[in-house]
């Protein structure tokens, strides 16, 4: 049973580490265009 709860929780650790790269991703990709926009508007 113990195992299977290491499992689990490795599974989590994983998914939460992926969820923030996405994330992190994502924001960098926004700011790259808003800034993009202001510069060319500017």
């Given at each position: 049973?113990?195992?299977?709860a290491e499992s689990l929780l490795g599974e989590a650790e994983a998914?939460?580490?992926?969820?923030?790269?996405?994330?992190?991703?994502?924001?960098?990709i926004r700011e790259a265009e808003t800034g993009g926009r202001s510069a060319m508007i500017g």
């Open positions: 049973q113990r195992s299977a998914e939460l580490s992926k969820a923030e790269m996405l994330e992190s991703r994502d924001t960098k």
